[in-house]
T-cell receptor
Framework: DTGVSQNPRHKITKRGQNVTFRCDPISEHNRLYWYRQTLGQGPEFLTYFQNEAQLEKSRLLSDRFSAERPKGSFSTLEIQRTEQGDSAMYLC??????????FGPGTRLTVT | QKEVEQDPGPLSVPEGAIVSLNCTYSNSAFQYFMWYRQYSRKGPELLMYTYSSGNKEDGRFTAQVDKSSKYISLFIRDSQPSDSATYLCAIVKTGGFKTIFGAGTRLFVKA
């Protein structure tokens, strides 16, 4: 399967712990996006990479959140000192064209 | 005021009906207009996108953009139970990278 993959698919963690999610984009895609989605809402933009450069970051992304895309390939999203409000689906998308984003299956985070 | 407004529904229609899904947006600087379909507990799936006012057709789906009214629509012809999902509109600003999604409309197509 050559689609976007995300790992893990589910993560349960205790408040205050750190978590890291991984996204593997479609191999030729230079654009990579992270979103957060809560129940009954559309995805909320978190950050955007073009190759390895992080070009845009939402104000939603507090200093507890950090994302990287070393060498312009896979990307990681880390949340430090998790809070219950961080519980959500974290989605990754990749694209060649800005309007043609292909999403992964998401990582569902539950903070207890 | 949200930049993109979308009625969350739910919208329930009989099989074979024509479905109309709509979004309004507030900023005339928006450039790309997309529609995604999302099944429960899955990632969104791109249906179609357009840059300009007018209609774009792909099979049973037609996307319509009216920039003068800041209004976008998705029409589904001959709806099927397998079309039951949440439909998300999404918009990108000119010169920007941030994609703004509507809240999604839940659609149920009854057999």
């Amino acid at each position: 399967d050559t689609g976007v993959s995300q790992n893990p698919r589910h993560k349960i963690t205790k408040r205050g712990q750190n978590v890291t999610f991984r996204c593997d984009p479609i191999s030729e895609h230079n654009r990579l996006y992270w979103y957060r989605q809560t129940l009954g809402q559309g995805p909320e933009f978190l950050t955007y990479f073009q190759n390895e450069a992080q070009l845009e970051k939402s104000r939603l992304l507090s200093d507890r959140f950090s994302a990287e895309r070393p060498k312009g390939s896979f990307s990681t999203l880390e949340i430090q000192r998790t809070e219950q409000g961080d519980s959500a689906m974290y989605l990754c998308a990749s694209s060649l064209l800005q309007a043609e984003q292909y999403f992964g299956p998401g990582t569902r985070l539950t903070v207890t | 005021q949200k930049e993109v407004e979308q009625d969350p529904g739910p919208l329930s229609v009989p099989e074979g009906a024509i479905v109309s899904l709509n979004c309004t947006y507030s900023n005339s600087a928006f450039q790309y207009f997309m529609w995604y379909r999302q099944y429960s507990r899955k990632g969104p799936e791109l249906l179609m996108y357009t840059y300009s006012s007018g209609n774009k057709e792909d099979g049973r789906f037609t996307a319509q953009v009216d920039k003068s009214s800041k209004y976008i629509s998705l029409f589904i012809r001959d709806s099927q139970p397998s079309d039951s999902a949440t439909y998300l509109c999404a918009i990108v600003k000119t010169g920007g990278f941030k994609t703004i999604f509507g809240a999604g409309t839940r659609l149920f197509v009854k057999a």
